[in-house]
C-alpha cells in the first residue's frame, strides 16, 4: 500500500503562483510514476503532469510555460510549481502513484486549487 498526502492548495489571484506537493509513503518501488491530475466542476479528470523516477516529465498543452513537476526521491515527493494562473485552472488537484512493480495505483484525497480573476 502506497499513501499520497497532498498539500498546498489555496484561494489565489489570477497570475500568481502556487507550489502544491505531495508525499508519498508505504510500500514505495523505486520505479515508479507519480502525476498531478486535476478535475474541474463538471470535467473529466485530466492529466496535468507526470514525473518518472528517473526524471522524464511530461505535461499537458494548457499547462505547457506555466507548470513545471519536479520530485525529490529522497523524501518521495513531488511538487507542481504552477506560475501564471488562470481561473481555468481552478480545479481539484490530485496526486497519484503508478508502481512500476506490479501497475498499482494509488491517489491522494486531493487540494482545491482556486484562482479568482
Known amino acids: 500500500q502506497v499513501q499520497l498526502v497532498e498539500s498546498g492548495g489555496c484561494l489565489v489571484q489570477a497570475g500568481g503562483s502556487l507550489r502544491p506537493s505531495c508525499a508519498a509513503s508505504?510500500?514505495?518501488?523505486?520505479?515508479?510514476?507519480m502525476g498531478w491530475y486535476r478535475q474541474a466542476p463538471g470535467k473529466q479528470r485530466e492529466l496535468v503532469a507526470g514525473?518518472?523516477?528517473?526524471?522524464?516529465?511530461n505535461d499537458t498543452d494548457s499547462v505547457k510555460g506555466r507548470f513545471t513537476i519536479s520530485s525529490d526521491n529522497a523524501k518521495n515527493t513531488v511538487y507542481l510549481q504552477m506560475n501564471s494562473l488562470k481561473p481555468e485552472d481552478t480545479a481539484v488537484y490530485c496526486c497519484?502513484?503508478?508502481?512500476?512493480?506490479?501497475?498499482?495505483?494509488?491517489w491522494g484525497q486531493g487540494t482545491q486549487v482556486t484562482v479568482s480573476s
Open positions: 508505504g510500500s514505495i518501488f523505486s520505479t515508479n510514476v
Open positions: 514525473i518518472t523516477s528517473g526524471g522524464k516529465t
Open positions: 497519484a502513484y503508478t508502481s512500476g512493480y506490479d501497475g498499482s495505483t494509488y
